[in-house]
């Protein structure tokens, strides 16, 4: 079956690692990918929920990969050299990230609300993002590479991605932001329209 864009993507993310950990793996796709494709050499798909768990453990059937059943790190003793943690919200992804292993891993990272929110996190919690990307699917999904590492990101960065700013396949995605937040600007309050306009000038100033 076709993949969507994001799951293509996120795989071909995994090119040239060795051991996957895919957390909250759902259907496991994005690993049977990149081990059908050769990306990598085996995978770990683990998820908080027993009935995910068993669609990825019957999708990787065939596969050298094994399913566990885990709350973000805190089950997995399984070495591996990248960690995906995608479709969530980002609050989500700092909780589970406050637990992830100190070894120098890849984090692969897409959340699927507030981006500012989860750099804001990674500054703050000596992570380091090594590069940034969007991908267009039904939605924009902005996807982070990540290192343990230190970063300073002023209030521009946090807004825009310190390296999607300068990515021109990032602009539609700056325009799409522009265009939804003109529409709340009648619905809120004078303070909360003060900070719509402010972040809307942020992503004009990219264009």
Do not use: C, W
Request: glycine share 6%; hydrophobic share 40%.
């Amino acid at each position: 079956m076709a993949r969507s864009k994001r799951i293509t993507f996120l795989a071909e993310l995994t090119k040239g690692y060795h051991t996957v950990l895919d957390i909250g793996s759902d259907h496991g796709y994005v690993l049977l990918e990149a081990l059908q494709k050769g990306y990598i050499k085996k995978g770990i798909a683990s998820d908080l929920r027993v009935e995910p768990l068993l669609q990825a453990q019957k999708n990787l059937e065939n596969q050298d990969a094994k399913t566990i059943l885990s709350d973000g790190f805190l089950n997995i003793h399984e070495s591996f050299d990248l960690a995906i943690i995608s479709g969530m919200g980002a609050y989500l992804i700092g909780d589970i990230l406050n637990h992830a292993p100190k070894d120098d891993i890849t984090y692969i990272l897409q959340a699927n609300d507030k981006p500012e929110i989860l750099r804001t996190y990674l500054m703050e919690h000596g992570f380091m993002i090594t590069d940034e990307f969007v991908v267009r699917d039904r939605f924009f999904y902005v996807i982070m590479k990540v290192k343990r590492g230190k970063m300073a990101l002023n209030s521009k960065d946090l807004i825009l991605g310190p390296f999607l700013k300068h990515k021109s396949e990032a602009i539609p995605y700056f325009e799409k932001k522009i265009q939804m937040l003109s529409k709340l600007l009648n619905q809120v309050d004078e303070k909360r329209k003060q900070e719509i306009k402010e972040l809307i000038t942020i992503y004009q100033s990219n264009l």
